[in-house]
């Protein structure tokens, strides 16, 4: 069985995020960008599921600007088989993204699809969910625990709930989404990230893939938060009720 892995080039989640002076982005240029925490998680599930016997290959795919494969050359060097780069240069927003990776499920004939449940960067959490819907397969989303029964072709999802635990049996093929507590990712060592190197980089464009990358959305404006006032401390339970009651007006 193959696995594919799609993983995505952010922001480096230790970096301040600094909002364009013109307001129609956050500043990427001379900033430090690595694998998106998530999908770090994807991608070592994916390897210890092969590393189990019960998978052949890992694929990781990304999209986007040529920068990315540098994240997929990370992706090699933790112990992906072979990377596809879909080269684009303009935002991507997650109907696209799954719509790009249904075309190249067509193309791969993976068994499974293994996505981090969001990107740190817009945190949209939409991307697993839609391309399951757009291939009809069942989906198994925020795992915390994912086992595979190859005879039966099955797999098994473990999720956090509101109300405790959840456990999914999902038919295979089928998309899965990992939340952070599924796994730790491994580090590349020097050895590995040498070879990576040689690992082959399959390049396409949306273009070759029937996909049209033009989206509905359009961003306005990005704005940072508000600051924070500073706070206060009290003297007394009355005084606080004072001002919850008079200041705050929520009793």
């Not at 109300?163 to 020097?190: C, F, K, S």
Request: glycine share 6%; net charge neutral.
């Amino acid at each position: 069985m193959k696995i594919m892995v799609a993983i995505k080039r952010v922001v480096d989640y230790a970096v301040k995020i600094r909002v364009k002076s013109d307001r129609t982005g956050v500043e990427t240029n001379n900033v430090k960008m690595s694998m998106n925490p998530f999908c770090e998680i994807a991608l070592e599930e994916a390897l210890r599921i092969k590393e189990s016997g019960l998978a052949s290959e890992v694929v990781a795919v990304s999209m986007g600007p040529a920068q990315c494969v540098d994240t997929l050359r990370t992706g090699l060097a933790m112990g992906a088989d072979r990377g596809v780069h879909v080269e684009t240069a303009g935002q991507l927003y997650p109907l696209t993204v799954a719509k790009i990776l249904k075309s190249l499920v067509e193309v791969e004939k993976p068994g499974l699809i293994i996505l981090g449940k969001q990107a740190i960067d817009d945190d949209c959490n939409q991307t697993g969910q839609m391309v399951a819907g757009l291939l009809s397969w069942p989906q198994g989303t925020f795992a915390s625990k994912v086992v595979l029964d190859k005879e039966k072709q099955l797999a098994t999802v473990e999720r956090e709930v509101d109300g405790g635990l959840e456990t999914l049996e999902l038919d295979l093929p089928a998309v899965i989404t990992t939340d952070l507590r599924l796994n730790q990712p491994r580090y590349a060592t020097l050895p590995n990230i040498m070879k990576a190197k040689s690992k082959p980089i399959k390049k396409y464009t949306p273009q070759e893939l029937n996909v049209d990358v033009k989206s509905d959305l359009e961003v306005i404006q990005v704005t940072e938060p508000p600051k924070r006032k500073a706070g206060v401390i009290l003297s007394s339970v009355e005084e606080l009720i004072d001002k919850l009651k008079n200041e705050a007006r929520v009793i």
